[in-house]
Nanobody, 122 residues
Framework: QEQLVESGGGLVQAGGSLRLSCAAS????????MGWFRQAPGKEREFVAR????????YNSDSMKGRFTISRDNANNQVYLQMNSLKPEDTAVYYC???????????????WGQGTQVTVSS
């Protein structure tokens, strides 16, 4: 069972940047496609980005493309989300996920972290 722990959330002004980190527990980390999702108050969980096991291919939600970048460090079992040009509508709990795949056209995952809060003030 993969255990995931996010860090790096916090309060930032609009236009600012944050870098989220996710530490994975298992040596099998490098086999998984990893990803980030987010959930704003009163809304459903939303896909943010995904990265393949090798790290060569990434996929971003269209609404965040160009502002958010996912990356990973397989040697240290870490995955990151660099968020730039943050907007108040980016305020949400951000979740790290492992074994991210498409099911019936929607991104889903087998393992989830507990989430980290990101708040963007205007």
């Amino acid at each position: 069972q993969e255990q995931l722990v996010e860090s790096g959330g916090g309060l930032v002004q609009a236009g600012g940047s944050l870098r989220l980190s996710c530490a994975a527990s298992e040596h099998t980390f490098s086999r998984y496609a990893m990803g980030w999702f987010r959930q704003a108050p009163g809304k459903e969980r939303e896909f943010v980005a995904r990265i393949t096991p090798s790290g060569r291919t990434t996929y971003n939600s269209d609404s965040m493309k160009g502002r958010f970048t996912i990356s990973r460090d397989n040697a240290n079992n870490q995955v990151y989300l660099q968020m730039n040009s943050l907007k108040p509508e980016d305020t949400a709990v951000y979740y790290c996920a492992a074994n991210v795949f498409l099911r019936y056209g929607a991104w889903v995952a087998d393992y989830w972290g507990q989430g980290t809060q990101v708040t963007v003030s205007s």
